[in-house]
């Protein structure tokens, strides 16, 4: 009779911890499918409904670090770099060597000007990931966007280094290192000139451009046709690429009307919305 009263105790106990154990594994399960649909979703271009999707995986699942990491990405799309900042922070605190939560949390302080905040990020991404040519690249301009050229100019020539990484936009590299030789009072870098093969006819103009090649008036030509008919967003990189290039000719105020007519085109989250306020900041 006893042995018979243990083995019931036993089976109920069993029981007992399946049924606890279920809804923690179908939480997980759900979670996954939030974050998945959420990613669907951002790129979509549906970044509420993201940012909801990974809402709800945080709450089933307050540990997935994805999650923290994807929405920060989604929020920081929509100008919320507040709390983009503090999905990436909980993410770290988190999991302390996550190498692209510290990337991403120091792309949202460079679009807000925080540039103190996204050097100190991009720096302990190189710590982790001393490969990582986006973050050599972005705290070279961090940099230079302090006042800082001396140390700009040695993360442009790291990231020269590291070419051919995580970057997508060697047009940047090589366009930032030349405002910096300028600024620093100095002839273009023999490394620009040889950039080559880029991936449209634009930037291989930008090369001939350094190279002495092709005249501002015909560069800026190919900039407008390079833009026409695309997004908004390769339109407004063409006129900011055409303020940088006249900054780097000397001609401040033609520079200055194609830089605030990219900044005037593009909302807070953008990339070059940050660099044309930048350069519309310089004296």
């Not at 036993?10 to 606890?20: P, T």
């Not at 991009?122 to 070279?140: I, N, V």
């Not at 966007?145 to 936009?169: C, M, P, S, T, V």
Request: hydrophobic share 40%; with cysteine.
């Amino acid at each position: 009779m006893k042995s018979h009263n243990l083995f019931r105790l036993a089976g109920a106990a069993i029981l007992g911890a399946l049924v606890f154990a279920l809804p923690l594994t179908l939480s997980a399960q759900s979670a996954s499918a939030y974050v998945k649909s959420g990613l669907e979703k951002f790129r979509e271009g549906n970044l509420d409904g993201a940012i909801a999707d990974y809402t709800q995986a945080l709450d089933l699942n307050s540990s997935y670090l994805g999650a923290y990491n994807n929405r920060g990405l989604a929020r920081s799309a929509q100008g919320n770099f507040d709390g983009a900042i503090a999905d990436y922070s909980t993410a770290i605190k988190m999991k302390p060597a996550y190498v692209e939560a510290y990337y991403n949390r120091g792309m949202a302080a460079f679009l807000q000007g925080n540039y103190d905040a996204a050097i100190a990020d991009f720096t302990k991404t190189l710590e982790l990931k001393p490969d990582h040519q986006s973050a050599c690249c972005y705290r070279a301009m961090a940099r230079e966007g302090q006042g800082n050229f001396e140390g700009a100019r040695a993360d442009y020539a790291k990231a020269f280094e590291l070419k051919g990484g995580d970057d997508k936009g060697a047009s940047y590299l090589v366009l930032h290192n030349a405002l910096l030789t300028r600024r620093l009072g100095r002839g273009i870098d023999e490394r620009l000139k040889a950039v080559t093969g880029w991936s449209d006819g634009w930037t291989k103009s930008l090369a001939q451009f350094l190279s002495d090649q092709l005249s501002e008036a015909d560069l800026r030509q190919r900039a407008s046709v390079a833009a026409e008919g695309q997004k908004a967003r390769q339109q407004s990189e063409a006129l900011y690429f055409a303020g940088v290039v006249k900054v780097i000719a000397g001609n401040k105020a033609a520079a200055r009307a194609d830089l605030q007519q990219c900044f005037d085109s593009t909302g807070p989250a953008a990339l070059m919305h940050r660099l044309a306020r930048t350069e519309l900041d310089r004296p």
